[in-house]
């Protein structure tokens, strides 16, 4: 049984331009849920898709976007890249219906901008 | 969210108990208490997680205070593979889907 699956595992762009993750969730779960972590910081949250809509968001500007497909993936979309937005980004899923059910993370995708 | 404070560090040998502390001192009534790690190179995994009573999985075990102000995540027998970042997490019950908002957590050295 796959885990939650990120794609790709790393990622070099140049300041100013847009990039695009993606992330397949673990069987059965239809909740995906997008983190950033810093080098040395713990990981902290953008934004959660459920039924193809974002529920919640974190303290993250408009240029971080994602979406949600029917079969439960997502992306999560960058624009107008900054330096300090090179990190390790992470996905997350949970099981439907629990409120309080584990997370169960991917190993990230480090994004590097230069 | 209510906060958390752990210890920056701390070590331990191989096949001996390990005890990470949690204080939470502003936990409300519904706030579950969640134990994260993270292991270098990959993505926080989570552990053990608990409200009033104390818990037991093939993972850890968590034992949580009466006044619920702090929480003791136990590794029966830490192995090289527990060297990791543990992180404790307060999830408010309910309201949270699955937005974890982690500090900095206490890393774990094993000695073998």
């Known amino acids: 049984d796959a885990g939650v699956t990120q794609s790709p595992t790393h990622l070099i762009k140049t300041r100013g331009q847009q990039v695009t993750l993606r992330c397949s969730p673990k069987s059965g779960h239809d909740t995906v849920s997008w983190y950033q972590q810093a080098l040395g910081q713990g990981p902290q949250f953008i934004f959660q898709y459920y039924e193809e809509e974002e529920r919640q968001r974190g303290n993250f500007p408009d240029r971080f976007s994602g979406h949600q497909f029917p079969n439960y993936s997502s992306e999560l979309n960058v624009n107008a890249l900054l330096l300090g937005d090179s990190a390790l980004y992470l996905c997350?899923?949970?099981?439907?219906?629990?409120?309080?059910?584990?997370?169960?993370f991917g190993n990230g995708t480090r994004l590097t901008v230069t | 969210d209510a906060k958390t404070t752990q210890p920056n560090s701390m070590e331990s040998n191989e096949e001996e108990p390990v005890h990470l502390p949690c204080n939470h001192s502003?936990?409300?009534?519904?706030?579950?208490i969640h134990w994260y790690r993270q292991l270098p190179s990959q993505g926080p995994e989570y552990v053990i997680h608990g409200l009033t009573s104390n818990v037991n999985n093939r993972m850890a075990s968590l034992a949580i205070a009466e006044d619920r102000k702090s929480s003791t995540l136990i590794l029966h027998r830490a192995t090289l593979r527990d060297a990791a970042v543990y992180y404790c997490?307060?999830?408010?019950?309910?309201?949270?889907?699955?937005?974890?908002?982690f500090g900095q957590g206490t890393i774990l050295t094993v000695h073998p």
């Open positions: 502003t936990i409300s009534g519904t706030d579950y």
């Open positions: 997490i307060l999830l408010a019950g309910g309201t949270s889907y699955g937005k974890l908002t």
């Open positions: 997350a899923s949970s099981e439907p219906g629990t409120r309080n059910s584990p997370l169960h």
